[in-house]
């Protein structure tokens, strides 16, 4: 009776450990990550870089130079809620000699789901007012395989990043997006004329003349670019299109600790994601049949043994004796 009593306990347990599981599938399925509130990353570019040394106005070449951008949610901000997060973005270039060649720091309002720059009253490039657009500092949770608008902060408008194939990057499956910023004038500065090879002492108005070829390789689930290269070059052009100095000019790739750090980033959340979307369930679900295949069992071996029934019973006939 014990057994019995134990099996369809263990009938029933196995049961809803089936339905949990299945209600876990269907519900707590993989759901596309959102952006953090209160993210908090690096990402540093090195490479050998042409420049123009801020301090003397020497030009430096073959220099080892690093473009760094640290990131951080700005959860406190008024336009930060449910749907909205604010990163701030501070990029740095500076020489290996520590030199700080260029800083510039961005604010932009992103939609939580598709990680597009969305119009906020604090959106900013170096604190002036700034509609950013596009994707900034990451792609959207579930990346299509399409061209993509890509913001481009020097020359402050987003352009498309072309999708170009897929490529493996720390044992992840990333894909390659690749972007042309064309060359264009993003300002104008005054500088010694000695820049432009006049003796006068002198100063002339000259623009600042901007391009850049970017590439990105950005893990599809979590949205998370693992590894970047870019070229930019950034010259001054005086008066009658006269070329001057390069303000900044060289090839930068992420730094290994940097690719370490975005696969680390994306490996979260595609664990996550496994966690909700395969291993619970399927845990969940292994243990629930074992319950209700233990208790069937429990349930068979605990029936009694079946007894004749008196009509199935034979006839007994009395023997007379002699």
């Known amino acids: 009776m014990r057994a019995r009593v134990v099996g369809l306990t263990l009938v029933g347990l196995g049961g809803c450990a089936l339905a949990v599981a299945l209600l876990v599938r269907l519900w707590l399925a993989p759901a596309p990550e959102e952006l953090a509130l209160d993210a908090s990353f690096e990402t540093v570019a090195v490479g050998e870089a042409t420049y123009l040394d801020p301090a003397g106005l020497v030009p430096r070449t073959g220099t080892d130079v690093s473009l760094s951008v640290r990131v951080r949610g700005d959860a406190a901000s008024g336009d930060a809620d449910g749907d909205t997060a604010v990163w701030v973005s501070e990029a740095t270039t500076s020489d290996g000699d520590g030199t700080l060649i260029a800083t510039s720091t961005t604010v932009a309002c992103l939609d939580r789901r598709s990680a597009g720059a969305v119009a906020c009253a604090a959106g900013s490039v170096d604190g002036e007012p700034v509609d950013v657009t596009g994707l900034t500092l990451a792609f959207p949770p579930d990346t299509p395989q399409r061209d993509h608008d890509v913001w481009d902060g020097t020359v402050r408008q987003s352009l498309p990043a072309r999708f170009t194939g897929t490529a493996e990057v720390g044992g992840l499956e990333v894909y390659r997006f ?142 007379p004796t002699a």
């Open 178 to 319: 690749e972007q042309e910023v064309p060359e264009q004038v993003v300002g104008s500065v005054t500088v010694p004329g000695a820049l432009f090879g006049e003796d006068d002492g002198g100063t002339v108005a000259a623009d600042v003349v901007h391009s850049n070829a970017r590439t990105l390789l950005v893990e599809p689930a979590s949205g998370v670019v693992v590894s970047s290269e870019e070229d930019p070059r950034t010259v001054l052009r005086g008066p009658g299109g006269s070329s001057g100095p390069v303000l900044l000019a060289g090839t930068f790739r992420s730094s290994d600790e940097s690719v370490a750090d975005g696969v680390a980033r994306a490996q979260e959340v595609l664990d996550r994601r496994s966690l909700t979307g395969s291993v619970l369930p399927w845990t969940v679900g292994g243990a629930g049949a074992a319950l209700l295949v233990l208790g069937v069992l429990l349930v068979a071996r605990s029936r009694p043994a079946a007894t004749p029934s008196v009509e199935d019973e034979p006839v007994r006939v009395s023997v």
